[in-house]
């Protein structure tokens, strides 16, 4: 019964510790267990990825984070978006 940020926030911290498989595995989880959203899930499949170096599913994953901003965090959309153009120059 967590929410989808909550498994987020968790994620990141295990990113942080450089323990991205670990990570990846709660990342997933987080997609299976909150289907519905479209924004948090993405954004720590975006961020597993990337710091795994899987770049495909990065900017996938990126590209619906950028499609799935909630209002109340439209000011991040350019720090996403350079996520994303940095991604897919390295390609």
């Given at each position: 019964?967590?929410?989808?940020?909550?498994?987020?926030?968790y994620?990141?911290?295990?990113?942080?510790?450089?323990?991205?498989?670990?990570?990846?595995?709660?990342?997933?989880?987080?997609?299976?267990?909150?289907?519905?959203?479209?924004?948090?899930?993405?954004?720590?499949?975006?961020?597993?990825?990337?710091?795994?170096?899987?770049?495909?599913?990065?900017?996938?994953?990126?590209?619906?984070?950028?499609?799935?901003?909630?209002?109340?965090?439209?000011?991040?959309?350019?720090?996403?978006?350079?996520?994303?153009?940095k991604?897919?120059?390295?390609?």
């Amino acid at each position: 019964g967590t929410d989808a940020y909550s498994v987020y926030a968790y994620g990141m911290g295990l990113l942080r510790k450089d323990k991205k498989d670990k990570a990846m595995k709660i990342f997933a989880f987080s997609r299976q267990q909150h289907p519905q959203d479209k924004f948090w899930t993405s954004l720590g499949l975006a961020r597993g990825y990337t710091a795994l170096g899987d770049k495909k599913n990065a900017i996938a994953n990126w590209e619906i984070v950028l499609q799935n901003i909630p209002p109340n965090l439209s000011n991040r959309m350019a720090a996403y978006q350079e996520s994303l153009k940095k991604l897919k120059e390295t390609t």
